[in-house]
């Protein structure tokens, strides 16, 4: 770990001050029905845009085949092949009402709705570096709900961002992800934490996990940060349960080894023992099998 100050003790965030850096719309709907989103109580919009989500997977055949394809390599549960396919789509829909409600609730508010598991295993990891590790399974923004809990994290699609808005045509896409790791990494030698999606961006293609229904690509940019800067690895996923969602902190990673490849092994068999039991718990929250290749 990089020499440096220690971080500043953990602090509530004031509730009148969002931390929160809006990003562009994560759908193809309308953009009135998400402005509308703000009018709307919050199950009351969860519950639509569940509708709306299973709606527009039904109207598209490839989304409804990949929701089928997806639910067909499940055990068979009390729900069924096609009750699986319909509870993934009405998932995605509550995804897109998510992330905007998340974006414009207040910070107060927004803790009420969010369930803390493992919080032993963040302050196992100390005040310094650390990279916390998600995917993209359950309820999005958890880095935003982590700041409304009163952690100090940077979430790596803020620093992306940032990097884009210096450097906005598109043919400078390599550019940006570097430069928006090399902020990364500065950031973590400064011992701050970094959340981070193991399954990108950013990063070519490490290592796949297979799991039922197909892989999850494993990237290779927090292998990257992993190894440059030793930062403690701690695994971060959360679910949703009716209108809460809970974020579980699992033990941190081993301590990085010398040889790339070794490490890189070490950790891919962790998580896949996590995503494999995450799948089995919820499987109609795997969102991301619907953009799947």
């Not at 965030?13 to 994560?26: C, F, Q, V």
């Not at 509308?36 to 039904?58: H, I, T, Y």
């Not at 301590?255 to 891919?268: E, G, T």
Request: proline share 11%; net charge positive.
């Amino acid at each position: 770990m990089s020499d440096g100050a220690a971080a500043p003790p953990l602090a509530p965030i004031e509730t009148g001050h969002s931390p929160i850096t809006r990003s562009r719309p994560g759908s193809s709907w309308p953009e009135r029905a998400r402005r509308a989103l703000g009018a709307l109580p919050w199950p009351v919009a969860e519950s639509l845009f569940a509708g709306l989500g299973v709606l527009d997977g039904l109207v598209r055949p490839r989304r409804r085949g990949r929701a089928l394809e997806w639910a067909s390599a499940q055990p068979r549960g009390r729900h069924g092949r096609w009750g699986l396919a319909i509870r993934l789509l009405a998932n995605h829909g509550r995804f897109i009402a998510q992330e905007h409600l998340v974006e414009t609730c207040d910070p107060t508010a927004l803790r009420d709705r969010v369930r803390l598991l493992g919080e032993e295993h963040l302050a196992a990891a100390g005040s310094g570096a650390t990279i916390l590790l998600g995917f993209h399974v359950g309820p999005p923004r958890t880095p935003v709900a982590l700041q409304a809990l009163g952690y100090p994290v940077t979430a790596m699609p803020d620093l992306t961002s940032r990097a884009a808005a210096s450097r906005p045509k598109p043919s400078e896409e390599p550019t940006v992800r570097a430069v928006a790791l090399l902020q990364a990494r500065r950031l973590l030698a400064r011992h701050e934490w970094l959340y981070i999606a193991a399954d990108g961006p950013p990063g070519v293609e490490a290592y796949r996990i297979p799991l039922p229904g197909g892989p999850v690509i494993i990237r290779e940019g927090w292998l990257t940060l992993r190894r440059l800067t030793g930062a403690p690895t701690v695994p971060v996923l959360a679910h949703r349960e009716g209108s809460r969602r809970v974020i579980t902190i699992h033990p941190a990673l081993p301590p990085v080894a010398s040889d790339p490849r070794a490490d890189a092994d070490v950790c891919c068999t962790v998580l896949a023992d996590l995503l494999g039991s995450y799948l089995r718990r919820f499987p109609e929250q795997c969102r991301a099998t619907l953009w799947r290749p």
